[in-house]
């Protein structure tokens, strides 16, 4: 379904990250991907499933450009891009200081917004390309979130949408992935009565996998999905 594709992912090595690298790479992807701290992590996994590792630290916008013109000196050009590297915080509002904010800011919204200008230069130029950014139900739905991970999806979705119509005269479609509550990444931690509730309101009565997520991620960075653009798709169960 991917065969000669060149796809980069940030954020490669966390939960969600490997499970779209694995997916991608079972659909014949050529898989590149970065990571920032979990460089043993990281070089396991490409060994594993016969990819390349890039560190990146997305916070640093000089970082991000030598980066990705390193990847575009290597691999010669990028078909699809998926913004996948996020963090969040479990502080409440009243206890947030500025450097609280600004990593999420940085990382989530900022870190995002630059990779994928510098990522889209070669999509520009062949007049074709994917970017598949992930979301998250905490920026759609009212739930019990750290409020600066929630702005920052939500965020996404704006950002999703515009850059669609930015750049539908190069022939680059741009699609949101939505997650519920995923087994690990960043509901990891989610305490149990919160766990519960969101199960009980879910139709499917039970949170999702990261192999679903990277399914969904893979048939959108695919020509399958050529109909599908600008929109947020929710995988969440049914809230």
Do not use: W
Not at 5 to 30: D, F, H, M, P, W
Not at 34 to 62: D, S
């Amino acid at each position: 379904m991917l065969s000669n594709k060149n796809i980069l992912i940030t954020g490669g090595s966390g939960q969600i990250g490997s499970a779209i690298c694995r997916v991608l790479k079972e659909n014949n992807a050529n898989v590149y991907f970065t990571y920032n701290r979990n460089k043993e992590k990281a070089e396991k996994l490409a060994a594993e499933i016969g990819c390349k590792a890039f560190e990146m630290n997305i916070e640093n916008v000089p970082q991000i450009k030598s980066c990705i013109d390193s990847i575009y000196a290597e691999i010669g050009t990028i078909d699809v891009l998926i913004n996948n590297a996020a963090v969040s915080q479990i502080l409440p509002l009243s206890m947030l200081d500025e450097e609280d904010v600004d990593k999420v800011l940085n990382v989530n919204l900022k870190g995002t917004l630059f990779v994928t200008k510098h990522a889209i230069k070669g999509m520009i130029r062949n007049k074709k390309g994917v970017v598949v950014n992930i979301g998250s139900i905490a920026g759609h739905r009212m739930l019990d979130v750290p409020v600066t991970y929630a702005m920052t999806k939500a965020a996404i979705s704006g950002f999703t949408i515009a850059l669609a119509s930015e750049l539908r005269k190069f022939n680059i479609r741009v699609n949101n992935v939505v997650p519920g509550m995923i087994e690990g990444g960043v509901s990891y931690g989610v305490p149990d009565d919160l766990r519960a509730d969101f199960i009980n309101h879910c139709a499917t009565g039970r949170v999702g996998t990261p192999k679903e997520v990277a399914d969904l991620v893979c048939f959108l960075a695919s020509d399958k999905s050529s109909y599908i653009n600008g929109q947020n798709i929710m995988i969440d169960g049914g809230i």
